[in-house]
Every structure is written in structure tokens, then in C-alpha cells.
């Protein structure tokens, strides 16, 4: 790589700070960029220092301070002291400033849809911040074509400022491990997740589920959100919760479980669906936002995704267990698609048209 190569340099701090799937994004983007050819660009990623324990609202105030420090302050000024020819912020928002042209992704703008489930002072940040972000980028990336639908109609981007690159996904290769009577849901416990209504949907089923096949336990993977203390207290012993997980062990989980459940009510892209097809595991999903378009006609639909409609919808799927197995096996096929090097070169095409239009 020649030394006098334009620089991308890339702003991986949430990879750091959090463990959610935008995390487990950037880094899995950093993986696959190294792993393909980009000559004629030098590549780096920068982390930032670590954050502060969370510890209750001065922690988190704290960790807000830094954050932004981080993004406005100290990103620009590494920008500057290393000539750097773009920016790329990869998760919804990018400095204020910065010398050189920036890139931002879009992950989602559940914030504008639904505005009900967030406080008023994060709406107001988050739509602030991800405007200007957008309307100043030289482009944007949109996890999926639904996204790119929201930036356009609900912040004013247009079509041909907007680039279309899906979230990479590993393709581990076909399991010959028996899938085992439980159906898994990941993520964090917040209110557009609906993890409530699929705890108590999935115990109506449980309950009222024949003995033959086995019914499913409901084993949980995530942490954090607003709904977490209520939904350990509506877990009945039908119902595991096991906090975070690391990727070996979630990977484990989607070779073994019968099913995927996601109910949420709007995803930008939904990188548990993804996952959990490349691991050839059928996937039980609502009907909503880039669900739809990620899952195609391979997802069972979930269309009503209060605990009644949950309860059916399981009891549904989980009565037909060979016809699950074909359609993980078509799930895979699917999302072959999605995989990191298609994921790595296409956001390295971005990055060179946003250089090559600088010039």
C-alpha cells in the first residue's frame, strides 16, 4: 500500500462502548475490509478510549461527555493531523465538523418512527444530529432499501446522494447439528422489540402446545433496554433469559434452535434474521419495515404480533418442524447475498466515489 494512498479514516467507538448488533457491525466490517483488496485507499479504524462503568445517571452523562468529545473534537482532529481524505461514520451520526469529506450509515431512524418509545431529549438529539449528518455527507450508506426509503422521505436526501450496502453476515457452513426443541429470540429489551408480548404469547403456547413434537422453550439472548426488569419478572420457567452472549456462543444458538422469533415493530435492516438464516435456522418475523425485504418468501410472517397473535403464530410454525427445516435450508440460500467480502467491496466502492468526486 503506497504511503502517499488517500486515508479513510473510519470512527469504530461504538464497537467499544456497546455490544448490540451496530457493534458487532463495525467490527465485523473492520474484519472483512482487511480481508479484501483496496489498493489505492489506507484504511483505518479508531476506537477511542474506553467508557465509563454505567453506574446510574452521572456515569451516563459522563459517557455522553466523551461521546461527543470523541466524535466532534477528537475525530476531526485526527482527521487533520493525518490528512485524512474521508470520513466515515458508521453508525447514524458523523462529526459536526471535519476538514475532509465524510461518509455516515444509516442503521435506522426508529427514532422518527416511532418516537413514542424514546425520551424527548434522545429524539430531539438523535433527529438533530442525523440530519445534519446526512445532509452534509458526501454519501450516504442505508443498511437496506427500506432505510434508504426513511432518509429520503423523512430528512430530504436525495436517491442519488444514497447508497444501498446490506450489512455483512458470516456464512458458517451447513450444520449437521440436530436442532433442539427451543425457539430463541435476540436482542435488547426495548418497547419496539415486543419482547413482553412474545414472552406471554410464547407461554399461551407452551401451555396449550400437544406432546408430540416437543413444544419449544423460549430462550432469550440480549441485555439492556428499558423493559429488561419487566420482562425477568414475566419469565416463567417455560421462558430462559440469558443476558449478552459472545458471538461463539450465538452462533451456537442459531446451529441449535428450532426457530427465530422476531416480533419487532421496525427494523432498519434486523441483523439477528440475518444471522440466524446463514446458520440455516427458519425464522418466524413481523411484517414491517426491512423484515420484510431481508426475510423475502422464505420468513414465516408474523402479522399480528400481540400475545394472541404470537401464541398462533407459534403454534403454527412449530407443528410442522420438516417444513421448518426446508425453509432454513432456503434461508441460507437466501442470505448467501449478504456476505461480508460483497459487504466490504461495496463499501469500499462508496468510499472511492466519495473520494473520486472530492477530486
Known amino acids: 500500500m503506497a504511503d502517499g494512498a488517500p486515508l479513510v479514516l473510519v470512527d469504530g467507538r461504538v464497537a467499544r ?7 458487532r457491525h463495525v467490527r465485523g466490517l473492520e474484519r472483512a475490509i482487511a480481508a479484501v483488496p483496496h489498493d489505492g485507499l489506507r484504511v483505518t479504524f479508531r476506537y477511542g478510549p474506553p467508557g465509563v462503568p454505567r453506574r446510574g445517571a452521572l456515569t451516563t452523562a459522563a459517557n455522553l461527555i466523551l461521546d461527543s468529545l470523541w466524535l466532534h473534537v477528537w ?40 418516537p413514542e418509545a424514546f425520551p424527548r431529549a434522545f429524539r430531539a438529539w438523535a433527529r438533530l444530529l442525523a440530519r445534519r449528518s446526512v445532509r452534509r455527507a458526501r454519501l450516504v450508506i442505508a443498511v437496506s432499501h427500506a432505510t434508504a426509503l426513511d432518509v429520503g422521505a423523512l430528512y430530504g436526501v436525495p436517491a442519488e446522494r444514497i447508497r444501498v450496502v446490506p450489512n455483512g453476515v458470516d456464512l458458517p457452513p451447513p450444520s449437521v447439528i440436530p436442532r433442539e426443541p427451543f425457539v430463541l429470540s435476540v436482542g435488547e ?30 430462550v432469550i439472548a440480549g441485555a439492556g433496554g428499558s423493559q429488561e426488569a419487566a420482562a425477568r419478572a414475566a419469565a416463567g420457567p417455560e421462558c430462559e433469559l440469558l ?58 410472517p408474523l402479522d399480528d404480533a400481540t400475545p394472541a397473535g404470537v401464541a398462533a403464530a407459534l403454534t403454527r410454525a412449530l407443528a410442522d418442524r420438516e417444513g421448518l427445516a426446508r425453509r432454513g435450508a432456503a434461508g441460507r440460500a437466501e442470505v448467501e447475498r449478504l456476505s461480508w467480502p460483497r459487504a466490504a467491496a461495496a463499501t469500499l466502492a462508496v468510499w472511492a466515489e466519495a473520494i473520486g468526486a472530492r477530486r
Open 17 to 23: 462502548r456497546r455490544r448490540t448488533g451496530v457493534a
Open 75 to 114: 475525530v476531526p482532529a485526527m482527521a487533520t493531523a493525518r490528512r485524512a481524505a474521508l470520513v466515515h461514520a458508521p453508525v447514524n451520526w458523523a462529526p459536526l465538523w471535519s476538514p475532509c469529506p465524510t461518509v455516515v450509515t444509516i442503521h435506522d431512524l426508529a427514532w422518527e418512527r416511532m
Open 189 to 218: 429489551f426495548e418497547p419496539r422489540k415486543r419482547v413482553l408480548e412474545l414472552i406471554e404469547g410464547h407461554r399461551a403456547y407452551y401451555r396449550a402446545a400437544p406432546p408430540d413434537p416437543p413444544p419449544c422453550r423460549l
Open 243 to 300: 443476558g449478552f452472549v459472545d458471538d461463539e456462543r450465538l452462533r451456537d444458538l442459531y446451529r441449535r434452535a428450532t426457530l427465530l422469533v422476531y416480533p419487532s415493530a421496525y427494523e432498519g435492516f434486523g441483523l439477528p434474521v440475518a444471522e440466524a438464516m446463514a446458520a440455516g435456522c427458519p425464522v418466524l418475523v413481523a411484517r414491517n419495515s426491512a423484515l420484510v425485504e431481508l426475510g423475502g418468501d422464505v420468513a414465516l
